[in-house]
């Protein structure tokens, strides 16, 4: 009954935002999601106990029969395992909250995304509509979305939940494709009560929705629940999603756009993004394969400058163990984005993409703006010390200081833009070992 009452509630929803797409996609962003600019991803769950490949490992073990998965598993496991049989040891006997919680904040993230239910259909917190599948009932024996939750929210991080819409082999769903998508008892009994537990209890400002593509919106009642998210729900004021709700949605409907996982694409956009990037190059889900390497601090910080300079948030992806630690190997790259943003996060954090050009000298530059300012952060430091700009035109006013050192930064008008010659640093004098940051105040074309 009392579901029923609440699916009545995201039927016949009449507040200010109606369960349309028109409505829906007119309801502005909320202002601290463009600011913070940089977040991090966490892919945990029960394919963190094999680790191997990637978070798909259940599908490619059981669905897809992925002759590398298989092999693997038949030799390490033995054929007999079920997928299932991981669950209990998924332990996270080494997981400290408040140690995570401390890594985030020094890394320069502004806001967290956990997946609290992957495509295995395992949550890490308790709901009924999951019984015996959720790691309070197995595994850990813990909330984990409530403890990472409260502490991350301690050091001023804003909380974020992905939740996976679709399970690979949960019989309600595959009823419903059966039907196709004719019946939605597992959008019913399942999916919604799952999400509505997962909202009201602990209360994410990010809604991540994935696992759509299969069926329409209409199947998954997109548009009611996030009618209700926008009205009524406890984050209704402050609550962002992204654009994962349904066939053809991706990069046409929800909040701020995704279009596809890595994506990058190359220029401005009219419509705020994300680029949710793996630290390792292929895995969201740690991979103890040597076949899956780490991208370095350097990769990782061009990541981040093109994505800020061109509009986006970059989501930055790690995976923890079985156990609940985090690998040195990405605690390494974490606190690296931190020292850096330390020194340089005048020119990523409440930013802005500045229109007027991109990647215009004689080495990669990318361009952002805040206030009378704008900054320009090189990739490699020229060994003639001499940096040619050719977008920013000067006037007498103009000045051009580096982030992280005092010491002066002389240039010449040239042809319309401006040639920087960079101070002379020795290498501990250096603001930081991977890029520099020019700040130009008092340009004409700004």
Same mark, same amino acid.
Not at 386 to 413: D, I, N, R, W
């Given at each position: 009954?009392?579901?029923y009452?609440v699916c009545?509630?995201l039927?016949?929803?009449?507040a200010?935002?109606?369960? *349309?797409w028109d409505?829906?996609?007119?309801?502005p962003?909320p202002?601290w999601?463009?600011?913070?600019?940089?977040?991090?991803f966490?892919?945990?769950?029960?394919y963190s106990?094999?680790?191997?490949?990637?978070?798909?490992?259940?599908?490619e073990l059981?669905?897809?029969?992925?002759?590398?998965v298989?092999?693997?598993h038949n030799?390490v496991? $033995?054929?007999n395992?079920?997928?299932?049989?991981?669950?209990?040891r998924f332990?996270?006997?080494?997981?400290?909250?408040?140690?995570?919680?401390?890594?985030f904040?020094?890394?320069?993230?502004?806001?967290?995304?956990?997946?609290t239910?992957?495509h295995e259909?395992?949550t890490?917190?308790?709901?009924?509509?999951?019984?015996?599948?959720?790691?309070?009932?197995?595994?850990?024996?813990?909330?984990?979305?409530?403890?990472?939750s409260?502490?991350?929210?301690?050091r001023n991080?804003?909380?974020?939940?992905y939740?996976?819409l679709?399970?690979?082999?949960h019989p309600?769903?595959l009823?419903?494709?059966?039907?196709n998508?004719?019946?939605?008892?597992?959008?019913t009994n399942?999916?919604?009560?799952e999400?509505?537990?997962?909202? *009201?209890?602990?209360?994410p400002?990010i809604?991540?929705?994935?696992?759509?593509?299969?069926?329409?919106?209409?199947?998954?009642?997109?548009?009611?629940?996030?009618?209700w998210?926008?009205n009524?729900s406890?984050?209704?004021?402050?609550?962002?999603?992204?654009? /994962?709700?349904g066939?053809?949605?991706?990069c046409?409907?929800?909040g701020y756009?995704?279009?596809?996982? /890595?994506?990058?694409p190359?220029?401005?956009?009219?419509?705020?993004w994300e680029n949710?990037?793996t630290?390792?190059?292929?895995?969201?889900?740690?991979?103890?394969?040597?076949?899956?390497?780490?991208?370095?601090?350097?990769?990782?910080l061009?990541e981040?400058?093109?994505?800020?300079?061109y509009?986006g948030n970059?989501?930055?992806?790690?995976?923890?163990?079985?156990d609940?630690?985090i690998?040195q190997?990405?605690?390494? /790259?974490?606190l690296g984005? $931190?020292?850096?943003?330390?020194i340089?996060?005048?020119a990523?954090?409440?930013?802005?993409?500045?229109?007027?050009?991109?990647?215009?000298?004689n080495i990669?530059?990318?361009?952002?703006?805040?206030?009378?300012?704008?900054y320009?952060?090189?990739?490699s430091?020229?060994l003639n010390?001499t940096l040619?700009?050719?977008?920013?035109?000067?006037?007498?006013?103009?000045?051009v200081?580096m982030?992280?050192?005092?010491?002066p930064?002389k240039f010449?008008?040239?042809? $319309?833009?401006?040639?920087?010659?960079?101070?002379?640093l020795?290498?501990?004098?250096l603001?930081s070992m991977?890029?520099?940051?020019?700040?130009?105040?008092?340009?004409? *074309?700004?």
């Amino acid at each position: 009954a009392a579901l029923y009452l609440v699916c009545a509630v995201l039927l016949v929803c009449v507040a200010a935002y109606e369960p *349309n797409w028109d409505s829906l996609d007119a309801r502005p962003l909320p202002g601290w999601y463009d600011e913070a600019k940089f977040g991090l991803f966490l892919h945990w769950g029960v394919y963190s106990v094999p680790s191997y490949v990637d978070e798909w490992y259940w599908w490619e073990l059981d669905g897809s029969h992925d002759p590398e998965v298989v092999d693997f598993h038949n030799r390490v496991y $033995g054929p007999n395992f079920k997928y299932a049989d991981f669950a209990p040891r998924f332990t996270a006997e080494l997981f400290n909250a408040t140690e995570w919680a401390d890594v985030f904040a020094q890394s320069g993230v502004k806001y967290i995304v956990l997946t609290t239910k992957h495509h295995e259909g395992f949550t890490l917190y308790p709901t009924g509509a999951s019984w015996n599948w959720n790691s309070v009932d197995t595994g850990p024996h813990m909330d984990l979305v409530a403890a990472l939750s409260k502490a991350v929210r301690a050091r001023n991080l804003t909380f974020g939940a992905y939740h996976s819409l679709f399970e690979w082999f949960h019989p309600l769903y595959l009823e419903d494709k059966a039907s196709n998508w004719t019946t939605r008892n597992y959008v019913t009994n399942v999916l919604f009560p799952e999400l509505l537990t997962l909202v *009201n209890n602990y209360e994410p400002e990010i809604v991540w929705a994935d696992g759509d593509w299969e069926a329409p919106y209409e199947y998954w009642n997109s548009t009611g629940f996030l009618a209700w998210l926008y009205n009524d729900s406890p984050v209704k004021d402050t609550v962002v999603v992204n654009d /994962r709700w349904g066939q053809d949605c991706m990069c046409h409907h929800g909040g701020y756009y995704t279009c596809s996982d /890595r994506y990058q694409p190359g220029h401005i956009l009219p419509h705020k993004w994300e680029n949710c990037f793996t630290t390792q190059t292929e895995s969201w889900g740690y991979d103890r394969r040597f076949a899956d390497p780490y991208q370095t601090i350097p990769e990782l910080l061009e990541e981040l400058l093109s994505t800020v300079a061109y509009g986006g948030n970059l989501l930055l992806n790690i995976g923890p163990t079985w156990d609940g630690r985090i690998l040195q190997a990405f605690k390494d /790259r974490l606190l690296g984005m $931190g020292a850096w943003l330390q020194i340089n996060g005048d020119a990523i954090y409440g930013s802005k993409p500045w229109p007027v050009a991109q990647n215009q000298s004689n080495i990669d530059v990318y361009y952002t703006t805040k206030g009378p300012s704008v900054y320009g952060t090189f990739l490699s430091w020229p060994l003639n010390n001499t940096l040619h700009f050719q977008a920013p035109v000067a006037t007498a006013a103009t000045t051009v200081s580096m982030l992280g050192t005092s010491k002066p930064v002389k240039f010449t008008s040239v042809g $319309g833009g401006l040639t920087v010659t960079l101070p002379a640093l020795n290498p501990a004098e250096l603001p930081s070992m991977y890029a520099w940051t020019l700040r130009f105040d008092g340009l004409s *074309n700004h």
